[in-house]
């Protein structure tokens, strides 16, 4: 079985690529003998990824990092993090340059406890202001 980050990296492509489910299972998934990306073991991983590559993804290391190894508290609020990041558009040097503003830590994955959730509240806050306001109407 895979680690979550490794589902997610999955999900990443099939998105940057536009792939429906029914495309996505048929032509990846079915590929390497699995209907679902919870039964991909390593070497199967590898193979759906470079299937992947082979369609037109580019990998981006900076898309996601692995938080499995964090305690779960702390999971869930850096899978918070990870999605404003991404409904922003940045990149993680982004993220981590606020740890290192707020915190001064390097890295926000080396962030824990009450400290990584303040990073979110910044987030948050930072997220809302630049939510696109709709037009006004004439």
Avoid at 64 to 76: A, C, G, H, S, V
Wanted: one cysteine or more; a positive charge.
């Amino acid at each position: 079985m895979i680690s979550n980050g490794k589902k997610a990296a999955i999900h990443i492509a099939k998105s940057q690529l536009g792939l429906s489910k029914k495309e996505y299972r048929a032509e990846l998934l079915a590929c390497v003998g699995v209907s679902s990306s919870l039964d991909l073991d390593q070497e199967m991983f590898a193979k759906t990824m470079r299937h992947f590559k082979a369609l037109g993804y580019v990998s981006n290391a900076n898309d996601f990092r692995e938080i499995d190894n964090l305690p779960p508290q702390d999971r869930k609020v850096m899978s918070k993090i990870n999605a404003i990041r991404l409904d922003l558009g940045k990149k993680w040097k982004w993220v981590d340059g606020i740890a290192k503003r707020q915190i001064g830590v390097e890295k926000v994955q080396w962030v824990k406890g009450e400290d990584l959730f303040k990073i979110l509240q910044a987030l948050v806050i930072h997220q809302n202001r630049h939510k696109k306001k709709p037009a006004k109407e004439a």
